[in-house]
């Protein structure tokens, strides 16, 4: 019975260490609340020394953004920026409410546009920044809920046919001139050329976000020049009163994405292809063409054949040249900066912005947005000159004021869902007829 | 010794044995679970902070989503299929690998590990198979079949996750056979080899009765592993090409997390819950039926 009893009493030890220990894993597993916003809190009112985390959903630009975070600290020593980057393929979104849901939110988090507003309750408001007179026009709009805006615009991005500049000179025989595709009839012109000279027109990549959320929207960004009429547009289509099937700028588009079909490397196995096979065919010259947007310029560099010489060509929608979209590509503010305002204490909070402004108007802060991470900033201060092809040519559309603004903010499951319909008619399993009615049902069910 | 004491003493004995599994069992089963019950019957989208009780509507869009329906009715499809394969292929290699073959063993334990690669990394090896490795082959050799990739057409990427799934669970079912099968009495197949009865014999009216319980197992744990597929389904095919093989657990995280409708998904993995329930304890019932005693 004695032996039984210090069993027991060894038992009853053993269950109190598990529950402890299960405890302790548990506060440990979210390091970012209890260390930064106590950590931050308790020390910031020692030594004035504050901790911040940025969630980055640009998983590009890692590396970049940590040597950022070093070279801010070399400008404001009291301030520590961590990085939390979002594992590949995590939607930002999930990562971000996961964060929130386990009450550790980060101080600063990168968000796609059409996230913003579902955040906003838990933001801070930045419409009194210095930055904001400075951002390029519009930029805010899509951030601006009540007069107040919840977002710093972080990068451009735009994207169109990107052409290897050798293919199509060797194709044209001479100096290829972008300027001169302004027609589906002069685009399909260009492909015969190009197939001519021995090399395949163009690579169709079929994911479903590079069909659902870019190609398919310059159907709607496309009806118009005036923004007004494009959200219209959009609140027709949610009350079904629109009729695609005979609707002349979504037919222009779907010609041309005949044309793209046609003149696919891919034909035979149109679904086949991946993202990766993208860049490593366009840039070792193996095709002419490849509609896709000014990320994809570090993996195109990593197969360059071209010199590093490569452009946009806009998506024409008709043969009349001077039709909206046949000289305009689509182009955005595709990443933004929240500032959190429930988990973060005003310290963390003043020096968030402190680093938003840093960005803006430190030369470092400059120097990483242009020169280091590529990015294509949304201020009109900064003045530095891209250094890659892709970005270059955008900025000279927005220079020229050549710019349709990209559909950023649709439903989330846009491209998921309408991405697998243009799929469907990709691989030449659903007709025109089709694709029109599965996305007005799309638009109708939608809340 | 717990008869000697009184009640509270005996409870307390309880609770220092159970206790530890009840609490960790309830916060992270039964708690959610009921949460996730409430959640269902608000329009929550998984981050605003706040929601409105919108009653039973969230059941009638369950109801109305003519794609859970599809994709639920895909899912039987493939459990339906791959069940009956998953149990016949690992019937019969436990048979085989029973009946005294050199190194058999050495089979077993190769027939079992693809269950110890994970869903994930198993989905992925298979992509690259399936879109590389059978696509240069084919293309090398001239058979048309794995001309394209298999991934790329609705009809065989549902057979190439069923060809994967049979490989991963085959081997762990086989090794319950096995089991089963050394439990089988040697006096009465003795005794059949005296009365002069064929394997095939042997094998209908001794054998297959006798494994009833390991049918039971197997059966059960094919059912709940194949309808609750997401792993696979994600990693192989995403749902791919256009949502064709989108399953239904699938569907429903999609439903939460993409489609924002957080509500509606819980509600949808609820009823999903209780048509897998309800479909398992069938099946278990009326097969508990089948058994019969040596």
Redesign the interface.
């Known amino acids: 019975m004695k032996s039984w009893k210090s069993l ?1 009493a060894l ?2 030890s053993l ?1 109190m260490v ?2 402890v220990t ?1 405890c302790g894993g548990n506060a440990g597993s979210t390091p970012t609340d209890s260390s930064t916003a106590e950590g931050g809190a308790t020390s910031g009112s020692a030594s004035g020394e504050v901790k911040i985390t940025l969630l980055n959903s640009k998983g590009e630009i890692l590396t970049q953004l940590e040597d950022a975070a070093k070279a801010f600290k070399e400008d404001y020593p009291n301030i520590t920026l961590e990085i939390i980057p979002v594992a590949a393929g995590q ?1 930002p ?2 990562k ?2 996961a964060l ?1 849901a386990a009450n550790s939110p980060s101080t600063i988090t990168m968000l796609d546009t059409g996230d913003v507003e ?2 906003k ?2 933001l801070l408001d930045l419409s009194g920044e210095k930055w904001m007179s400075d951002a390029v026009d519009g930029s805010n709009d899509l951030t601006t809920f009540d007069g107040k805006n919840y977002a710093f615009p972080l990068s451009i991005e735009g994207y169109g046919f990107i052409y290897n500049k050798a293919v199509v000179d060797k194709a044209v025989g001479g100096s290829f001139d972008p300027a001169a595709i302004t027609t589906t009839k002069a685009l399909e012109d260009l492909f015969k050329k190009i197939e001519a000279s021995g090399t395949s027109a163009l690579i169709v990549s079929p994911m ?1 976000w590079s069909l659902g959320a870019h190609y398919l929207p310059l159907s709607y960004a496309g009806q118009s020049a005036d923004k007004a009429a494009v959200n219209q547009f959009i609140a027709d289509l949610k009350a079904g009163s629109v009729d695609l099937a005979s609707n002349k700028v979504f037919n222009g588009l779907m010609d041309t994405f005949d044309l793209m079909k046609q003149y696919n490397i891919d034909k ?5 292809g ?1 993202y990766e096979r993208g860049p490593e065919v366009l840039g070792k010259g193996e095709v002419g063409v490849w509609f896709q947007g000014n990320w994809a310029w570090t993996e195109i560099s990593s197969f360059d054949t071209a010199s590093g010489e490569y452009g946009f060509l806009p998506v024409p929608v008709s043969n009349n040249p001077e039709d909206f979209g046949n000289t305009q590509i689509s182009a955005a503010v595709s990443k933004r900066l929240v500032i959190d305002k429930e988990k973060s204490t005003p310290e963390q909070q003043a020096a968030a912005k402190t680093f938003l402004e840093w960005l803006v108007y430190k030369e470092k802060g400059q120097d990483f947005l242009v020169n280091k991470a590529s990015i294509i900033p949304a201020f009109k201060n900064i003045t530095l000159e891209q250094k890659n092809a892709l970005a270059k040519s955008i900025q000279a559309y927005i220079t020229n004021g050549k710019i349709e603004e990209s559909m950023s903010a649709l ?3 846009h491209w ?2 309408l991405g ?2 243009m ?2 008619y990709l ?1 030449g ?1 659903a007709d025109r007829a089709t694709l029109a009615k599965e996305i007005q049902d799309y638009w109708t069910s939608v ?1 | 010794m717990i008869s000697e004491k009184g009640r509270w003493s005996r409870l307390r004995l309880r609770l220092l044995f159970t206790g530890p599994t009840l609490f960790a069992f309830a916060t992270v089963m039964i708690v959610p679970f009921l949460y996730g019950i409430y959640l269902t019957f608000t329009d929550w989208d998984g981050i605003s902070t706040t929601s409105t009780m919108v009653g039973f509507e969230n059941y009638a869009s369950v109801w109305k989503d003519a794609v859970f329906w599809k994709s639920f009715y895909l899912t039987l499809k493939y459990v339906f299929i791959s069940v009956a394969l998953v149990n016949v292929v690992a019937f019969l290699l436990a048979y085989f690998l029973s009946s005294g073959l050199k190194g058999q063993s050495f089979f077993r334990a190769g027939f079992f590990i693809p269950n110890l690669v994970g869903g994930i990394v198993l989905g992925f090896v298979w992509q690259f198979i399936f879109s590389n490795v059978l696509v240069s082959i084919g293309q090398k050799a001239g058979i048309s079949v794995f001309g394209t990739s298999w991934l790329a057409d609705p009809d065989k990427a549902f057979l190439a996750l069923i060809i994967v799934t049979v490989w991963q669970y085959a081997g762990y079912m086989m090794v319950i056979y096995v089991a089963g099968l050394m439990n089988v009495p040697k006096d009465i197949m003795e005794a059949a080899s005296i009365d002069g009865a064929t394997a095939f014999r042997k094998l209908r009216t001794m054998i297959l009765p006798l494994m009833v319980p390991s049918f039971i197992v197997c059966v059960f744990l094919s059912l709940q592993r194949t309808f609750m597929v997401y792993d696979l389904n994600l990693t192989l095919t995403k749902g791919g090409p256009f949502k064709s093989t989108e399953m239904v657990s699938m569907h429903v995280y999609e439903k939460a997390f993409l489609s924002r409708d957080y509500g509606v998904g819980q509600a949808e993995a609820l009823v999903l819950f209780l048509l897998v329930a309800g479909i398992t304890l069938l099946q278990v019932y009326f097969s508990k039926k089948l058994e019969v005693e040596a």
Request: aromatic share 8%.
């Open positions: 027991q038992l009853v269950v598990i529950v299960a939607s979104f999930e971000a409410s929130y579902k955040f309750d838990r479903d035979a196995s149109p679904l086949a991946t439903p989330a499951d998921s869902k697998a319909s799929q469907k691989a399993a809340k």
